[in-house]
């Protein structure tokens, strides 16, 4: 198993930025990718970005051009670098680790951000 923590969230002004990180411990030589994952009151847990073990990337069509996820692979940490941040962006965001064999999800606790003036 895999386990997460993330860190970094927080209230922000729109227009803002926040960066969010996850470390990594456990298995982490079964990691096959990492990426965040978004949940907003009311709806359903959403994929914001993920990043694989060769470094592609890939997001949601929302936050393009404004996220950026990273990896620091000495510190086993990912980055999810956020700017112009949107009222919209309020959630809680989630740390994902998808490793081991069979493959299996793995999740941090979540980081509340908050967008609003």
């Known amino acids: 198993q895999v386990q997460l923590v993330e860190s970094g969230g927080g209230l922000v002004q729109p227009g803002g930025s926040l960066r969010l990180s996850c470390a990594a411990s456990?298995?982490?030589?079964?990691?096959?990718?990492m990426g965040w994952y978004r949940q907003a009151p009311g709806k359903q847990r959403e994929l914001v970005a993920t990043?694989?073990?060769?470094?592609?990337?890939n997001y949601a069509d929302s936050v393009k051009g404004r996220f950026t996820i990273s990896r620091d692979n000495a510190k086993i940490t990912v980055y999810l670098q956020m700017n112009s941040l949107k009222p919209e962006d309020t959630a809680v965001y989630y740390c994902n680790a998808v490793a081991g064999a069979p493959v299996e999800d793995n999740w941090g606790q979540g980081t509340q951000v908050t967008v609003s003036s």
């Open positions: 456990g298995d982490i030589f079964s990691i096959y990718a």
């Open positions: 990043i694989t073990s060769g470094g592609s990337t």
